[in-house]
């Protein structure tokens, strides 16, 4: 399928400080974004989730922002707390309901205490 | 509640073996899914399931690879034939409609 995620593979964070984990991808009939947080040993953790007829949605210390005219998503996390150290994927489907959905390769977030 | 649950955590083959993955969705989800995550890579579809019915397993890498849900509930991936390929991270995933809710996964390591 479509590649998912071109992306920075790293980044450190202070703790405190805000991130941003940006993603790009390439289907234009995508309609529904998600990201998705995976801790070392687990399974990728929904965190929140976008229709493409919005450009913003925030959740609890998590912001997902969509831009269509550059196919760009990102996550922004406010305040990271160590526990948000994990890998962040971005997953793109045709539908909200859209079972096939595709997977970046991920990007490695560390918070510095 | 409970979430996926997968058996086992992980799982030593041989070359040539066959294994048998499991998974026990949250209760009610009528959809399934299977994803394949190689190492620092994002998870691949495999294959999905509503109810019983396989609806899709176009991302099976090969005849190999085998999954069933005969009574909508428990699914069970089986590998034949292993290959040091088939080394990687297994997850299931679940979903009452729309968002996808992932087991912990089961990590084969195939020698």
């Not at chain 1, 399974?43 to 925030?58: A, E, L, T, V, Y």
């Not at chain 1, 890998?87 to 309901?97: K, P, R, S, T, W």
């Not at chain 2, 996926?4 to 009610?28: H, N």
């Not at chain 2, 679940?94 to 990590?107: E, N, V």
Request: proline share 4%; net charge neutral; aromatic share 10%.
């Amino acid at each position: 399928g479509e590649s998912v995620g071109l992306h920075l593979p790293t980044l450190s964070v202070q703790e405190g400080d805000n991130s941003i984990i940006n993603c790009a991808y390439s289907n234009s009939a995508s309609d529904y974004f998600i990201w998705y947080k995976q801790e070392s040993g687990k399974g990728p953790q929904f965190i929140i989730d976008i229709r493409s007829n919005m450009d913003k949605r925030q959740g609890q210390r998590v912001t997902v922002l969509l831009n269509k005219t550059v196919k760009h998503l990102s996550l922004q996390i406010a305040a990271t707390q160590p526990g948000d150290s994990a890998v962040y994927f971005c997953a793109e489907g045709l539908a909200v309901n859209d079972y096939k959905l595709s997977f970046g390769a991920g990007t490695t977030v560390t918070v510095r205490a | 509640g409970a979430g996926v649950s997968q058996s086992p955590r992980y799982k030593v083959a041989k070359r040539g073996q066959d294994v048998a993955l499991r998974c026990d969705p949250i209760s009610g989800h009528v959809s399934l899914f299977w994803y394949q995550q190689a190492l620092g890579q994002g998870p691949e579809f495999l294959t999905y399931f509503q109810n019983e019915a396989q609806l899709d397993k176009s991302g099976l890498p090969s005849d190999r690879f085998f999954a069933e849900r005969p009574e909508g509930s428990v699914s069970t991936l089986k590998i034949q034939r292993t290959q040091q390929e088939d080394s990687a991270v297994y997850l299931c995933a679940s979903s009452p409609s729309g968002t996808q809710y992932f087991g912990p996964g089961t990590r084969l390591l195939v020698l």
